[in-house]
T-cell receptor, first 116, second 117 residues
Framework: DTGVSQDPRHKITKRGQNVTFRCDPISEHNRLYWYRQTLGQGPEFLTYFQNEAQLEKSRLLSDRFSAERPKGSFSTLEIQRTEQGDSAMYLC??????????????FGPGTRLTVL | AQSVTQLDSQVPVFEEAPVELRCNYSSSVSVYLFWYVQYPNQGLQLLLKYLSGSTLVKGINGFEAEFNKSQTSFHLRKPSVHISDTAEYFCAVSARYSGAGSYQLTFGKGTKLSVIP
């Protein structure tokens, strides 16, 4: 299967610890997105990369959050000094820039974070 | 900015009955429209999308949706549901222009479809 993959699938951590998640997009996709989904809500946009450049960041992405996409391939999302409010499913999506102004985003299985 | 309202948080329906999941959106610009399905503990799978052209869009698993610009709606329908359709369904929009803010999807809160045997 060559879909979007995310690692780990589940992460339990204690408040105050740092965590890092990884996303591997579909191989030829040059756009990568991170979303956060809390219980009973739809996904909310966090940030967007085109190749290695981080082009947009949501106000939801506080200073404790940082995302990278070195070399325009996989991406990492790090949360420093985790808080209980960070507990959520973190979803990664990728897409291929098309000739139009939008393209279809394909989602990975998500990383479920629980902060105790 | 865009917003999406999914009018029903839960929809129970008997197997082989028809179903309609409602979605309304608000936007100051033209939008593209999407429906995604999420099975328990999984990511989102694209069901169908409206980019342009015919307002009736057919997707996977027998689902279809109709874009109604005057009512700003994009309701999802299936004529006969199966047990395997039990899942959560999300309507989403993205802005129809190139530039800042256009690439992100804005989602509704989701509708949980429960198919009853």
């Amino acid at each position: 299967d060559t879909g979007v993959s995310q690692d780990p699938r589940h992460k339990i951590t204690k408040r105050g610890q740092n965590v890092t998640f990884r996303c591997d997009p579909i191989s030829e996709h040059n756009r990568l997105y991170w979303y956060r989904q809390t219980l009973g809500q739809g996904p909310e946009f966090l940030t967007y990369f085109q190749n290695e450049a981080q082009l947009e960041k949501s106000r939801l992405l506080s200073d404790r959050f940082s995302a990278e996409r070195p070399k325009g391939s996989f991406s990492t999302l790090e949360i420093q000094r985790t808080e209980q409010g960070d507990s959520a499913m973190y979803l990664c999506a990728s897409s291929l820039r098309g000739s139009g102004s939008t393209d279809t985003q394909y989602f990975g299985p998500g990383t479920r974070l629980t902060v105790l | 900015a865009q917003s999406v309202t999914q009018l029903d948080s839960q929809v129970p329906v008997f197997e082989e009955a028809p179903v309609e999941l409602r979605c309304n959106y608000s936007s100051s610009v033209s939008v593209y429209l999407f429906w995604y399905v999420q099975y328990p503990n999984q990511g989102l799978q694209l069901l169908l999308k409206y980019l342009s052209g015919s307002t009736l869009v057919k997707g996977i698993n027998g689902f279809e949706a109709e874009f109604n610009k005057s009512q700003t709606s994009f309701h999802l329908r299936k004529p006969s549901v199966h047990i395997s359709d039990t899942a959560e369904y999300f309507c989403a929009v993205s802005a129809r222009y190139s530039g800042a803010g256009s690439y992100q999807l804005t989602f509704g809160k989701g509708t949980k479809l429960s198919v009853i045997p």
